[in-house]
């Protein structure tokens, strides 16, 4: 039955134009797409185009193949071997699905504003012409596996930030240093989240402000990942994530804007990171630690964005020195100074020994 509707809806379109398949709104018989596509004898009337191919068939396209189809929003190839040149796509595309896509852009005056769907894996796209926050305005769904991201070695910084219809990041190569997806109100899904913390040779900043269904859809365990020993080199791992509270697993957590502890220590101690939490809603706040009363590290301006709610703040300094002392003790104290909209709701602060070894015996002054 389903063959048959499908046969009838083929038919029907088919004889909107019987001898000139251009003229049609969809084309759907690969004989007709390659006739159009290798004459440039599209039009205004073509809306959607579907070449599927059971069998691998080379595609002759040339710079003006779309250029007459102004209104064409559904684009699928399958299986085609295209060879040849492509200059313009449609700026009216929604839907462009097309598996090993063979040019390394997008043409250069096609504006992806509108596009819903992409689906370009295993192709030879790359990225770096695109500006996501600016261009992929609407974008719902983006699969560009085993594509371009695995051949952008030398990406370091990602931006999709107020991409308010995207759903999902894609995966992202393990040299990433920057992601940035602030504004994000759709996101809902990173799969590669918690592996990347483990695995990232120097993720440095995380920043999913206002991202608040991606952290429904993934909660907080996440964040108790301590960096592994690829971070020692990295200066610092900052991450923004929703949230009111400090995790559970901070050792030292307070209200106030200041946080004073002492630490037992003696020659096997190995601290290998300090990580401090913050709540707050608002920017420009400012924090120093303390290390027998000797400020040692010290952060500004730590978000430059105001947010729409509470939101975490948690800072890893990997690497930290610890100064000789004559005592079985070393001091820390941890202050935040805030302005008038920092808005600063709870503190947290937590040393990691050796590795991964949390230190527990620390008490209060």
Not at 66 to 95: T, V
Request: glycine fraction near 4%; aromatic fraction near 8%; charged fraction near 25%.
């Amino acid at each position: 039955m389903h063959d048959l509707i499908q046969d009838m809806g083929t038919e029907i379109v088919r004889q909107e134009s019987p001898n000139d398949p251009g003229q049609r709104s969809r084309l759907l018989l690969h004989e007709d797409i390659l006739q159009v596509l290798q004459d440039n004898a599209g039009s205004n009337r073509v809306q959607g185009i579907k070449l599927t191919l059971s069998e691998p068939e080379e595609l002759q396209l040339t710079s003006k193949s779309f250029k007459k189809m102004k209104k064409l929003r559904l684009l699928i190839i399958h299986n085609a071997q295209c060879s040849g040149d492509l200059k313009y796509l449609p700026s009216e595309l929604r839907w462009l699905e097309w598996p090993g896509y063979p040019f390394s852009s997008l043409p250069v005056n096609f504006s992806p504003k509108k596009l819903v769907f992409i689906d370009m894996y295993d192709s030879r796209l790359t990225l770096h012409p695109i500006s996501w926050s600016k261009d992929f305005k609407s974008l719902k769904y983006m699969n560009l596996k085993a594509s371009c991201l695995p051949k952008l070695a030398n990406l370091r910084h990602l931006n999709v930030s107020k991409c308010k219809h995207l759903q999902e990041i894609p995966e992202l190569p393990e040299n990433i240093e920057v992601i940035e997806a602030r504004g994000c109100e759709s996101l809902q899904r990173y799969s590669q989240l918690e592996s990347m913390l483990r695995l990232s040779n120097g993720l440095g900043m995380i920043d999913f402000s206002d991202c608040h269904r991606l952290i429904k859809t993934h909660g907080y365990q996440w964040t108790n990942i301590l960096p592994s020993e690829r971070f020692v080199n990295k200066p610092e791992v900052r991450m923004w994530i929703p949230g009111s509270e400090i995790p559970q697993w901070f050792s030292h957590k307070g209200s106030e804007s200041s946080i004073s502890f002492r630490m037992p220590v003696n020659a096997s101690t190995n601290i290998i990171a300090l990580a401090l939490g913050a709540v707050l809603r608002s920017t420009l706040l400012k924090i120093e630690v303390f290390i027998n009363g000797e400020c040692k590290y010290f952060s500004k301006e730590l978000h430059r964005h105001t947010m729409e709610s509470d939101h975490l703040w948690i800072f890893y300094i990997p690497q930290i020195f610890l100064p000789s002392s004559r005592e079985d003790y070393i001091d820390f104290k941890v202050k935040a100074y805030e302005n008038e909209t920092s808005c600063l709701k709870a503190l947290g602060v937590h040393l990691m020994e050796g590795q991964y070894k949390e230190i527990t015996k620390l008490r209060d002054m």
